[in-house]
């Protein structure tokens, strides 16, 4: 395994939540224990790969080791987006790295003054770690409302009063057009209101880490483009995780999805097909994010649904909404409801048709409809 970090493999989900929080230190958020690496031979190396050989099956780690390969896995990821600010005292920050999250943790406490840029998942998970720490928090968000570009309006109109409940002041359809770092940051708005603070963190979204597939000709497309088996156009190289624009054969469309659960299932059926076991990546895909006591789940691809039911409601903050297309589920999102959202996952693609009055009823059980469709999914 090559990496650029000098440690080894962690999960980062917490590290916008109890890492900043610190009800989780930095050594329990290894995926596995330490020993276990050298223990099942698996070599860790601290070192950039800066050029791939699909010919010669060999990678090039800087400082000079080449590295042959049968298979090769790519899951290089993404890197946040940045803007092009600068401060001297080093107080504009990104969110993605152990690093990242340190420097962060080190920034936030109360009575200190924090602005993010963006109002989507990292953007939301540390405002309400930084409210929980005691800090002041101001989201600047370009879009009418929070997480607009994966939640419905309903939804998302919920999490900008979850925010002004909390104590977040939030600038919606707002734009900062100027930065000037002096003892405070000041920030200047598109309406020409100042924000001033202690630091910035900037969570726009991330751009894959595609350079090192691009450089050896691998197709790219919104990421290293794969099929339903994780295979690159590249004989021998596989992508997974964010990095990995892969064919979903349950929605039937080249999809990539910056989730951990993803790149977990997916590496795991890239690792299955390398050892010969011909298996599609067709599990549905999950995401969740915890803010202040509220824990979002979301399953399926539901974009392009002609029909929503709500179980529950949006009032109570327990509820589930389930998206449905020509009467088949297609994905749900449900706050505090994780049950019947790991339900509706396993019902994507099941191709069952469920009425909608039994699925807004909070009496009807939704194993009903799974005892009669043995799918995988979400379990």
Partial sequence: ????????????????????????????????????????????????????????????????????????????????????????????????????????????????????????????????????????????????????????EDIAGMYADLHGENGVNLRLSSQVVAVRAGSDLELTLHDGNVLNCDVVLIGIGLEPNVNLAVDAGLECRNGIVVDEFGRSSADGIFAAGDVANHFNPVYQRWLRVEHHDNALKQGAIVAANILGDRRPYEAPHWFWS???????????????????????????????????????????????????????????????????????DEAWDLRRALVATPIGGIE
């Fill in 290 to 360: 915890v803010q202040y006591d509220c824990t979002l789940e979301a399953v399926g691809w539901w974009q392009e649904h002609d029909q929503a039911v709500t179980r529950g409601t949006l009032e109570s903050r327990r509820f589930v909404r389930f998206y449905l297309k020509a009467g088949q589920i297609v994905g749900a999102v449900g706050l505090n409801a994780g049950r019947d959202v790991r339900r509706a996952g396993r019902l994507v693609g099941s191709r069952m048709r469920i009425e909608a009055v039994n699925l807004a």
């Fill in 1 to 152: 395994m090559i990496s650029d970090e000098a440690v080894a493999p962690y999960e980062r989900p917490p590290l916008s939540k109890e890492f900043l929080r610190s009800t989780r230190s930095a050594e329990s958020l290894g995926v596995l224990p330490v020993d276990w690496y050298r223990e099942n031979d698996v070599e860790l190396i601290d070192g950039r790969a800066v050029s791939l050989n699909p010919d010669e099956r060999a990678v090039q780690v800087a400082g000079g080791n080449n590295i042959r390969y049968s298979n090769l896995v790519l899951a290089t990821g993404g890197r946040p987006r940045r803007l092009d600010w600068h401060d001297p005292q080093g107080r504009i920050l990104y969110l993605r790295s152990l690093q990242d999250a340190r420097a962060l943790k080190e920034a936030l406490g109360p009575g200190r003054r924090i602005v993010i840029i963006g109002a989507g998942f990292i953007g939301g998970e540390v405002a309400a770690s930084a409210r929980h720490l005691g800090a002041s928090v101001t989201i600047v968000e370009a879009l009418p409302l929070p997480l607009a570009r994966v939640l419905d």
